[in-house]
């Protein structure tokens, strides 16, 4: 036998893989775990950024130049900020922190922790930079600056986050009243442009009217639905730890069928559950964190009641 042959020979025999370094199944999982969270941290991050940028655009480049208004927690800022002296940098946040201690327990302190370094950066944006003031026009200013607003909230939204605390106060009182989600916040900005009519003049509570159009129109687009809720369907191999997900970590209640793949006639099961709009983004973690090649469908939902949703109509 060649040298060479008899060497290589020698050193595959003597080679035997360390079974302890390779890494067991549960670490695999962990890692796996572990890049899905930083994965949605990043895009998270990216999103709550860029809205924040565009809020403070919208703020600073056509409402607050021009004296107006918002409805919602944001219009409770700008009103102060008009009659008081205190900075709306300083409002934004002082206004929107009860409603985001709110959000600990009607969403997920996950959830509170990210809207307040969301509207910390947004008090920031507006005190520190400086955007050019486009236009006086008052229709211009009305839509455009609702425009871009809307775009930041919505965008804070789809990063798990918000920079207006009104539909967590929403979601908080529906919850103890029975009062539905759309009801409270339709309430609340009847309250805010009755005192906008009060403090300012009439005109400036019509054009604050329009601004918010602009924004809960601009909201309703970015997060792909105007309904509170979403009805998501997970079809996966690993549908138990995913029940036990949706139940433990996002306290949400789920329904289980039993179903049959198309092409193999498998047997399956099929989860189905009910989130709000801001508890998706956090559904989605969790389920990626599972299986990242789970089967989901999203689709808007008009109206719920019964189960775990306490919702009943204004009377």
């Not at 002296?85 to 002082?94: D, E, G, H, R």
């Not at 009860?98 to 008090?123: D, E, H, W, Y």
């Not at 099929?270 to 090649?293: A, G, N, P, W």
Request: aromatic fraction near 8%; charged fraction near 20%.
């Amino acid at each position: 036998m060649k040298p060479i042959i008899q060497y290589i020979i020698f050193e595959l025999l003597k080679f035997k893989p360390n079974k302890e370094k390779l890494p067991s199944i549960q670490s695999r999982k962990e890692i796996t775990i572990v890049k899905v969270e930083l994965h949605h941290l990043i895009h998270d991050s990216f999103m709550i950024l860029t809205g924040v940028l565009s809020a403070g655009f919208g703020l600073k480049g056509f409402l607050l130049p021009n004296m107006f208004i918002d409805g919602g927690v944001m219009g409770i800022s700008l009103i102060l900020a008009e009659v008081t002296i205190v900075p709306l940098s300083v409002l934004i946040f002082v206004v929107n922190l009860p409603f985001l201690i709110m959000g600990v327990s009607t969403i997920s302190r996950q959830f509170a922790v990210k809207s307040i370094i969301a509207i910390i950066l947004l008090a920031v944006t507006v005190h520190l930079i400086q955007f050019p003031v486009i236009t006086d026009d008052k229709l211009l200013i009305a839509v455009f600056g609702g425009f871009f607003l809307g775009l930041g909230i919505g965008l804070a939204i789809r990063g798990g986050s918000v920079i207006d605390g009104t539909e967590v106060l929403a979601v908080f009182i529906s919850r103890k009243t029975s009062l539905t989600i759309g009801d409270v916040i339709l309430i609340l900005n009847i309250l805010i442009f009755g005192v906008a009519a009060y403090i300012f003049t009439i005109e400036t509570s019509l054009y604050a009217m329009l601004t918010y159009l602009a924004a809960s129109k601009t909201v309703d687009f970015v997060v792909s639905g105007i309904e509170e809720y979403v009805g998501v369907t997970i079809i996966s191999h690993k549908a138990e730890e995913i029940r036990l997900a949706i139940i433990e970590k996002l306290g949400r209640g789920c329904t289980i069928y039993s179903g049959k793949r198309g092409q193999s006639l498998e047997q399956t099961d099929i989860i189905y559950t009910l989130v709000t709009r801001l508890e998706l983004s956090k559904l989605q973690t969790e389920v990626d964190k599972i299986d990242k090649e789970a089967f989901i469908v999203m689709q808007s939902i008009k109206d719920a009641k019964g189960g775990m949703i306490k919702k009943r109509p204004l009377k």
